[in-house]
T-cell receptor, first 114, second 112 residues
Framework: ETGVTQTPRHLVMGMTNKKSLKCEQH?????MYWYKQSAKKPLELMFV???????ENNSVPSRFSPECPNSSHLFLHLHTLQPEDSALYLC?????????????FGPGTRLTVL | GNSVTQMEGPVTLSEEAFLTINCTYT??????LFWYVQYPGEGLQLLLK???ADDKGSNKGFEATYRKETTSFHLEKGSVQVSDSAVYFC???????????WGAGTKLIIKP
């Protein structure tokens, strides 16, 4: 049990659909992250939230829209995606954004865009 | 800029073999270094970490030593088990934004 849950675990959507990914952490952490994991590529950091405020947006296309209503929940809203957006989307949390902080990951949402 | 380079996989070993997965990094100053592991169908979890030069991180029989002179953080285990089959990621944390910089991952396959 990692303390970070993600739903759904699998999602198939068409290019015109709108869907949302949900992440919840039960660890009392202050920082939350969205990553994209594609085959044979390093993890790509997408967004960082610290105390509910977005602190990083790594040049992510606007078809991905994050939302962090509180320190325990993080959403990723998806609309008009492209097939190359198919990947495993991982959520993570850490106590804070310190250099030594461990990040705790959820199991991911496997997204397929048709 | 900051970067992490890992040996390409997959690495295939027999049970009880000795394991080394190489990781080298490029960074200014004094980064923290991490090894994360991803078992099939799961998210990543921290395996071990080291926060300053010459530190040795260890967990579940795995070890890695922070070598500043060679800018390396190689992962080792003396006797691997089938249950160690997973993808292993090396990462560093550096910079004012404390983002993790990740290697591409090394898939490890252990055969009985």
């Amino acid at each position: 049990e990692t303390g970070v849950t993600q739903t759904p675990r699998h999602l198939v959507m068409g290019m015109t659909n709108k869907k949302s990914l949900k992440c919840e952490q039960h660890l009392g952490h202050n920082a939350m992250y969205w990553y994209k994991q594609s085959a044979k590529k390093p993890l790509e950091l997408m967004f960082v939230y610290n105390f509910k405020e977005q602190t990083e947006n790594n040049s992510v296309p606007s078809r991905f829209s994050p939302e962090c209503p509180n320190s325990s929940h993080l959403f990723l809203h998806l609309h008009t995606l492209q097939p190359e957006d198919s990947a495993l989307y991982l959520c993570a949390s850490s106590q804070d954004k310190r250099i030594t902080d461990t990040q705790y990951f959820g199991p991911g949402t496997r997204l397929t865009v048709l | 800029g900051n970067s992490v380079t890992q040996m390409e996989g997959p690495v295939t070993l027999s049970e009880e073999a000795f394991l080394t997965i190489n990781c080298t990094y490029t960074a200014t100053g004094y980064p923290s270094l991490f090894w994360y592991v991803q078992y099939p169908g799961e998210g990543l979890q921290l395996l071990l970490k080291a926060t300053k030069a010459d530190d040795k991180g260890s967990n579940k029989g795995f070890e890695a030593t922070y070598r500043k002179e060679t800018t390396s953080f190689h992962l080792e285990k003396g006797s691997v088990q089938v249950s160690d089959s997973a993808v292993y990621f090396c990462a560093l944390s550096r910079g004012s934004n404390y983002q993790l910089i990740w290697g591409a991952g090394t898939k490890l396959i252990i055969k009985p």
